[in-house]
């Protein structure tokens, strides 16, 4: 397994493997590596000839009053996880976006050009974090420029971020085929990430309540049809009578992620979830009706 840190050089790793006639997936990630991580090399390899894992804390993606400096990292145990996936390079690069304290510096700007992705940017983690999807598409869109993959995997557990990337891909005429991989959970139900290590024991299983709701929707819409009000407050309701404090739950379709009144028989609909236990935000969702 390759270690590259430089944009050189990863451009030209990947472009001996096209030139030796290998299809490429990257696996674009931040780190501290946990099994859904490994689940989409998984997926990575089950389509692909070599698997690229991008390890980067996108600082663009972050602002300067938020986690970037607690964000877990572990260097050493994601490369021994990976080597033994059998991954073949891993791109950490130590600088690929400016740092949100830098956004203050004096003129010239560290960084001045940036994507966004108009309607898919907004709403959802967007209205607490409005410079969030700005640097995730930026920088995934470097990371497209220098790995030059035939395919991208995503999680969908980060829900409107997989929709944006893959909507990013079309309008920029991408030639890279977006997968995207179902929300990996623990053994209890929570939604696997990274950031579940900062949980304290008591919130650990307080967030439980999430997971919960979220499988309880399914059994409810099985009675018939329900307004997506009424869904709503089912989550919103768990959340807080388990000591959490929601930042979103919200009922959309799951191509435009526009809202909707009412999940009938066939409606494909995911719920989408962001609560803070304690200083930690987890977000979570369950699709309805099957993958649109």
């Not at 990947?14 to 696996?27: E, F, H, N, T, Y």
């Not at 998984?42 to 938020?66: G, L, M, T, W």
Request: one cysteine or more; hydrophobic letters at 45%.
């Amino acid at each position: 397994m390759e270690v590259i840190e430089s944009s050189a050089t990863m451009r030209a790793w990947s472009r001996a493997q096209r030139a030796a006639g290998r299809r490429i997936a990257l696996v674009p990630t931040m780190g501290y590596l946990h099994e859904g991580h490994l689940e989409l090399v998984r997926r990575a390899k089950a389509v692909a000839d070599v698997v690229i894992v991008s390890i980067y804390v996108n600082p663009a993606q972050f602002a300067a009053n938020e986690d970037f400096g607690t964000y877990p990292r572990d260097e050493e145990g994601d490369a021994a996880k990976l080597r033994e996936m059998r991954v073949d390079a891993v791109f950490a690069p130590r600088r690929l976006a400016p740092s949100p304290s830098s956004s203050s510096s004096p003129p010239p700007p560290p960084h001045e050009t940036y994507v966004t992705v108009e309607n898919l940017q907004r709403g959802f983690c967007a209205i607490t974090r409005p410079h969030f999807f700005r640097g995730v598409a930026t920088v995934v869109c470097k990371l497209f420029n220098i790995c030059d993959p035939d395919v991208a995997v995503f999680g969908k557990k980060d829900y409107q971020q997989w929709r944006l990337v893959e909507r990013m891909t079309r309008d920029l005429d991408f030639a890279i085929e977006i997968v995207g991989v179902p929300l990996m959970r623990e053994e209890d139900g929570v939604a696997m990430s990274s950031r579940n290590v900062r949980l304290t024991p008591k919130n650990r299983l307080a967030c439980r309540a999430v997971s919960v709701a979220l499988e309880g929707l399914e059994a409810t819409l099985m009675a018939g049809g329900a307004l997506a009000s009424s869904l709503q407050t089912i989550v919103r309701d768990a959340i807080a009578m388990s000591g959490g404090e929601v930042d979103y739950v919200e009922v959309v379709d799951q191509l435009t992620l526009r809202p909707v009144e009412r999940v009938t028989a066939g409606d494909k609909v995911v719920v989408l979830v962001a609560a803070k236990y304690g200083d930690v935000r987890l977000l979570d969702n369950v699709e309805i009706g099957g993958e649109a």
